[in-house]
């Protein structure tokens, strides 16, 4: 059996602000987001998207400004009560450590020990697995697999965990066309059961096909946000990343589309 699905939450960012010594990073974000929806966070490099979404998990303390879950401060929570709130999936996966690949996704589960040991691995582990489109052996050792296999099973990892937010910083980057798919499935379902997906991706297509809402950034503000169509129009997308584009509507289902505009090449 899957890990269950608590109860929805939303999360709201109040005048947030961050910088790096005198480097600023953000400054006065607020942003509202509500249960159920597939949020994408898109911008150029250096746009504050990591660091956006580092202060939404509380990993990152904001200069100004805080983030509340529920209405409740995070700064206010544990580390223990911040867990069923909230999984966060780093953009690098990190140096690969050698336990099993059902191993790494139990260690999800680790918040509810009382000694924050994982438990063994269950039904739930496999299940977040599946969900994910990893079809390998889970007695595979972690540090054996693809960059793209490490990242379906980090993945997997936070969807077990069972949170009612799930931030995820590039998750689809190392992944090929059928994992991708199978990952924004995974993300789009989790959305429909009440979960709040908030994910930074670099591929404006993919943003507007799967996402409800849209947050463009650029040194470190809010230059949009709203539906994909919304967000992501012509004028807006060359402005933000200071190169020509077209965008128009996919033929099968009606959202935007977003290329480069070759007439920039000639």
């Keep these: 059996m899957a890990a269950s699905i608590p ?62 879950y529920d209405g409740h401060s995070l700064a206010h929570l544990s580390v223990r009560a911040r867990a069923p709130l909230r999984a966060y999936v780093a953009q690098g996966l990190g140096e690969p450590f050698p336990y099993q ?45 693809s960059g793209g ?19 995820l910083d590039e998750a689809t980057s190392h992944l090929d066309l059928k994992h991708k798919s199978a990952l924004v499935a995974a993300l789009k379902r989790r959305a429909r059961q009440g979960v709040l997906v908030l994910w930074s991706v670099h591929d404006l297509g993919l943003a507007a096909l799967a996402c409800d809402e ?3 950034l650029k040194d470190g ?16 997308v060359a402005r933000v990343y200071e190169v020509p584009v077209l965008v128009g509507t996919h ?6 589309t977003v290329e480069l505009d070759p007439a920039a090449w000639a």
Excluded: C, W
Excluded at 104 to 129: C, D, I, K, N
Excluded at 150 to 164: E, I, P, S, T
Excluded at 251 to 256: K, R
């Design 251 to 256: 033929a099968g289902h009606g959202a935007p």
């Design 221 to 236: 503000g809010v230059v949009a946000a709203g539906s994909p169509r919304q967000a992501l129009d012509a004028a807006t």
């Design 7 to 68: 109860k929805p939450s939303s999360l709201s960012l109040r005048q947030l602000s961050f910088a790096f010594g005198a480097r600023r990073v953000l400054h006065d974000i607020t942003l509202d987001f509500g249960p159920g929806r597939l949020v994408g966070l898109v911008g150029p490099n250096g746009a504050g998207k990591t660091t956006l979404l580092k202060l939404a998990a509380g990993l990152l303390v904001p200069a100004a400004g805080e983030v509340l």
């Design 101 to 145: 690949v059902d191993e790494m996704v139990a260690m999800g589960q680790a918040f509810a020990s009382r000694t924050y040991s994982a438990p063994q691995p269950g039904e739930a582990v496999h299940a977040a697995l599946a969900e994910v489109g990893f079809l390998g052996d889970p007695a595979r050792r972690f540090d054996e697999l």
């Design 214 to 216: 849209v947050v463009v």
């Design 149 to 167: 296999e490490r990242q379906l099973v980090v993945l997997a990892r936070a969807l077990v965990q069972g949170a009612r937010v799930l931030i």
